[in-house]
Nanobody
Framework: QVQLVESGGGLVQAGGSLRLSCAAP????MGWFRQAPGKEREFVAGISWGGGITRYADSVKGRSTISRDNAKNTVYLQMNTLKPEDTAVYYC??????????????????WGQGTQVTVSS
């Protein structure tokens, strides 16, 4: 069983920044998803094990950067110019044995407990 632990969420004003972290041991492709109240979980960003492939949702492209430090077993999501509509619980997820970065939640095998991000207007 792989345990993923997110951190870095919080309350921030619109236009501000946050960096989320996910402790992720093992050789996995990683994804960040978010879920707002009453909405389905949606893909935010993903990165391959080696870091050479990244994908972003259109809603965060240009404002967010996903990266990883495999020596520290940690994946990061830097979010800038935050908007109230970015408010959600953010989850990191892991999947092994594939080469591409998946955008569908069902493609991932392991999930963290989530961290709340709240952006005030």
């Amino acid at each position: 069983q792989v345990q993923l632990v997110e951190s870095g969420g919080g309350l921030v004003q619109a236009g501000g920044s946050l960096r989320l972290s996910c402790a992720a041991p093992g050789r996995y492709n990683m994804g960040w998803f978010r879920q707002a109240p009453g909405k389905e979980r949606e893909f935010v960003a993903g990165i391959s094990w080696g870091g050479g492939i990244t994908r972003y949702a259109d809603s965060v492209k240009g404002r967010s950067t996903i990266s990883r430090d495999n020596a520290k077993n940690t994946v990061y999501l830097q979010m800038n110019t935050l908007k109230p509509e970015d408010t959600a619980v953010y989850y990191c997820a892991a999947v092994g044995g594939i080469s591409d970065v998946r955008v569908v939640a069902g493609s991932y095998d392991y999930w963290g407990q989530g961290t709340q991000v709240t952006v005030s207007s």
